[in-house]
C-alpha cells in the first residue's frame, strides 16, 4: 500500500477505534492436551489521549448462551504516524508494565496484519485486523509449546 493509502487507513482505523463500545469474542485455547471453546460479551470504556487509546472492558464468559465468570481486561493501542503503525500491548499488569503483542499496519483498504511475529517467552503472537465503519473483526493466535490458541474479538 502506497504512504498516503497508508495513512488515510492508519486514520480511518484510528477513529474507528476510538468509537468501541461493545465486545464479542470467541477465544479456542489449548493448554497441553486440554482444549477448550469460549464466548464472551464485554462493554468497552476508551480513554483516549494523543496517540493511544486504552480499551477497558468488562464483561463476562458465556456458559450455554448465559452470562458465566466475569472479567475485566485492558489494552492499550499506540499510534505511530510517522511509520504508519498501530501497536497493541496488553496492560494485565498495569499501565507501567504493558505486555507488547505486536505492530499493525494497512496491507489493503480495510485490513491490517501484524508487520512480524512477536515473540514472549515461548509463545508467538500474530494478529490481523478487518474494519469499516460499523465494526473491528480482529483475529490473533498465540502459538507456543503448550498453546495453540485463536482469539476473534468483535468490537461494536
Not at 5 to 32: D, H, M, P, Y
Not at 129 to 145: A, M, Q, V, Y
Request: aromatic share 12%; glycine share 6%.
Amino acid at each position: 500500500m502506497d504512504e498516503r493509502n497508508g495513512r488515510k487507513e492508519i486514520a480511518g482505523l484510528w477513529e474507528r477505534l476510538s468509537k468501541s463500545q461493545t465486545l464479542v469474542f470467541s477465544a479456542k485455547t489449548r493448554q497441553g492436551e486440554q482444549k477448550k471453546v469460549q464466548s464472551g460479551k464485554a462493554e468497552v470504556s476508551v480513554i483516549q489521549a494523543p496517540s493511544t487509546l486504552i480499551y477497558q472492558e468488562k464483561g463476562y464468559w458465556l456458559n450455554d448462551d448465559l452470562p458465566g465468570t466475569v472479567f475485566t481486561n485492558a489494552f492499550r493501542w499506540s499510534l505511530d504516524q510517522s511509520q504508519s503503525l498501530i501497536s497493541l500491548e496488553h496492560l494485565r499488569y498495569g499501565l507501567n508494565r504493558p505486555v507488547f503483542l505486536f505492530h499493525l499496519a494497512p496491507v489493503r483498504a480495510g485490513i491490517f496484519e501484524s508487520v512480524d511475529s512477536h515473540l514472549c517467552l515461548e509463545d508467538t503472537y500474530l494478529g490481523s485486523l478487518i474494519w469499516n465503519e460499523k465494526s473491528i473483526h480482529f483475529h490473533w493466535r498465540i502459538i507456543g509449546p503448550r498453546k495453540n490458541d485463536e482469539l476473534i474479538y468483535r468490537y461494536y
